[in-house]
């Protein structure tokens, strides 16, 4: 399968003090996961959440939505 991916998810937080270097990839220290609504993007460096997705909020706003 081929990376599909169009844009990147960086931490807010430690991304402007990355060394110039460096690449954003490079400097990066995160993960991601699932959880039990969603999935989650993760900042190791400065463990703070950069993402948080509830696929059972979209599930419910895209179902009330179909009934409208």
């Not at 998810?9 to 990355?18: D, V, Y």
Request: glycine letters at 2%; charged letters at 30%; hydrophobic letters at 30%.
């Amino acid at each position: 399968m081929a990376n599909e991916i169009i844009s990147f998810f960086h931490c807010a937080t430690c991304l402007p003090s990355k060394p110039r270097d460096k690449s954003p990839k490079e400097w990066s220290m995160q993960q991601a996961g699932w959880t039990n609504e969603g999935m989650q993007v993760w900042c190791n460096r400065c463990e703070k959440n950069i993402i948080k997705i509830d696929f059972q909020e979209i599930i419910e706003r895209y179902k009330k939505a179909e009934e409208e």
